[in-house]
């Protein structure tokens, strides 16, 4: 029911139609706004999910009681701007090309014309308004800008930076961004802080005959994880904060799973650990989620101040993890559960509360669901399914896993028990996650799972494209004939060393 317009709802119910009023006013003010909140390589350390038991989630813990989450959602891509193209098209990364952190998909042909989420909204009556990363880089000049969304707000990003970095120069060239840990500095100078502030008094000033589709996209926990003391203080500074590793981990898992993240600026753990930066790393990296759920709970704390709760769906999701050490390696760019799971967390008028689901969910499917429950046309040319069933009840199946590719030909498959993954060589690893969550023992070379192995296998992606034209940055391709990868321009043979080992 509308908050803003009781007498109107009022009338609207008594009349059971709205002959006596323009169709196009009826249509708009009954349907919900959206509130759709973005977290920029946020991996599974959240209260809902569980992915690590000292994460401070109080706000997204209180928006997963008021709503369903999504216990086994995972990205399309290990990679912001595959990961937010799909999402914001509900096309795989498969189907477009689009691996990398270039191209940006209105260059790509044909999908350059495409009809993303928040346009799909604005077609439908909706003001459409955004602040901080949604989609990867710039969109272009102001009449670019407008075609995507009505109303822009700040772009966010880091805010407050150090003079100096402030962690020991990294391998591969320093890169700037690879850098955390502590330095005085007010919240209110930090990205994230200033796009809820604004975002705020959007909901506060929206006007009252159209709901809104905010779109609110926070920068941290992405690296620099620059935090002050206070949210630092919040977490240990001990071996319990670290997470769970086997150092012989990668005995078992293919040589090629290295060429997915062949040679990067995120630091290898062996670095890490020899820097004595691991635990100084988790902790920036908790604190920093946790000063992004301060900032969704002033969200959250507006929305119900400005009695637009009920009548709000709210989102919230995560473009992909990032590893802290696990598997070897710091970083996002793997086909494994912590680069793979995110949050995804719907509330709102026709969603379940205090629900868990555990069936798998892909971020591709937030378009058609938030069509679904906004009451919006349903398209024909999207790749997601609504999880609408799933939002009512929890324990509704689906039979499609979820599946996350990093370059064509390779792909994970997330079924409610296991994790497949085939590499473009043609290697494999198998995961019974239920058994065993970290991930430590490759399944595949067992004949006793060969089946699992090939029911996995059959959902493995049809379309499977090469890198669309001018795409760069983490794009590898692989030619079968010489064994030889091509990363990010550069020759990869089976024989090279590992970098950073
Ligand atoms: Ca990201
Ligand atoms: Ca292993």
Not at 68 to 89: F, K, V
Request: charged fraction near 20%; hydrophobic fraction near 40%; glycine fraction near 8%.
């Amino acid at each position: 029911m509308n908050q803003r317009f009781p007498l109107f709802a009022a009338v609207l119910a008594l009349i059971g139609s709205a002959t006596v009023l323009p169709a196009a006013a009826a249509a708009t003010t009954t349907k919900p706004n959206v509130l759709f909140i973005a977290i920029d390589d946020q991996n599974d350390w959240v209260g809902p999910l569980g992915g690590h038991r000292l994460a401070r989630t109080p706000n997204l813990d209180r928006l997963a009681a008021r709503g369903t989450t999504l216990l086994n959602a995972h990205c399309q891509a290990p990679l912001c701007n595959p990961s937010r193209t799909s999402l914001m098209l509900s096309l795989r990364p498969t189907s477009t090309g689009i691996y990398g952190l270039a191209p940006w998909f209105r260059t790509v042909e044909p999908v350059k014309d495409r009809v993303t989420l928040p346009q799909h909204f604005k077609d439908n009556g909706y003001r459409t308004l955004t602040t901080g990363k949604i989609y990867h880089g710039g969109v272009g000049g102001p009449e670019a800008r407008a075609r995507e969304f009505d109303v822009w707000g700040p772009a966010g990003g880091v805010g407050a930076k150090p003079v100096a970095k402030l962690i020991p120069a990294t391998p591969g060239g320093n890169h700037p961004l690879m850098d955390w840990g502590v330095f005085p500095h007010r919240d209110e100078d930090k990205g994230d802080h200033q796009i809820a502030t604004w975002a705020i008094d959007q909901i506060r000033s929206a006007p009252a005959n159209q709901p809104f589709f905010l779109a609110v996209g926070f920068f941290l926990p992405h690296v620099p994880c620059y935090i002050t003391q206070k949210w630092y203080d919040m977490f240990p500074g001990d071996d319990s904060i670290l997470p769970p590793v086997k150092a012989d981990d990668r005995d078992d898992t293919p040589r090629f799973s290295w060429n997915l993240h062949w040679d990067l600026p995120e630091p290898r753990l062996k670095w890490v650990k020899e820097n004595k930066q691991w635990h100084n790393l988790v902790r920036s990296y908790l604190a920093s989620t946790a000063f992004v759920d301060a900032q969704i709970g002033r969200l959250l704390d507006q929305l119900e101040a400005s009695g637009q709760a009920d009548n709000t769906i709210i989102v919230v999701w995560g473009d992909h993890g990032w590893h802290l050490g696990e598997k070897g390696i710091t970083g996002k760019n793997t086909l494994w559960e912590r680069s793979t799971r995110v949050p995804l967390i719907f509330a709102g008028p026709g969603v379940a509360k205090a629900a868990r689901s555990t069936q798998p969910a892909e971020l591709l499917d937030i378009y058609p669901t938030l069509a679904e429950l906004c009451g919006l046309p349903a398209r024909t040319d999207l790749e997601g399914i609504s999880l609408v069933p799933q939002l009512k009840n929890a324990a509704a199946k689906r039979a499609r896993p979820a599946i996350t590719s990093h370059n064509q030909g390779n792909h994970g498959i997330r079924t409610e028990r296991w994790r497949y993954i085939h590499y473009a060589d043609g290697t494999e690893e198998l995961y019974d996650i239920i058994a065993d969550p970290n991930e430590w023992t490759n399944l595949a070379g067992d004949p006793r799972h060969a089946a699992v192995m090939a029911e996995h296998r059959r959902w493995l992606p049809r379309i499977d494209l090469p890198p669309a034209p001018r795409s760069a940055n983490r794009v590898l391709t692989y030619d079968p004939a010489t064994n030889e990868s091509i990363w990010e321009g550069k020759l990869v043979k089976s024989t090279d060393p590992i970098p950073g080992l």
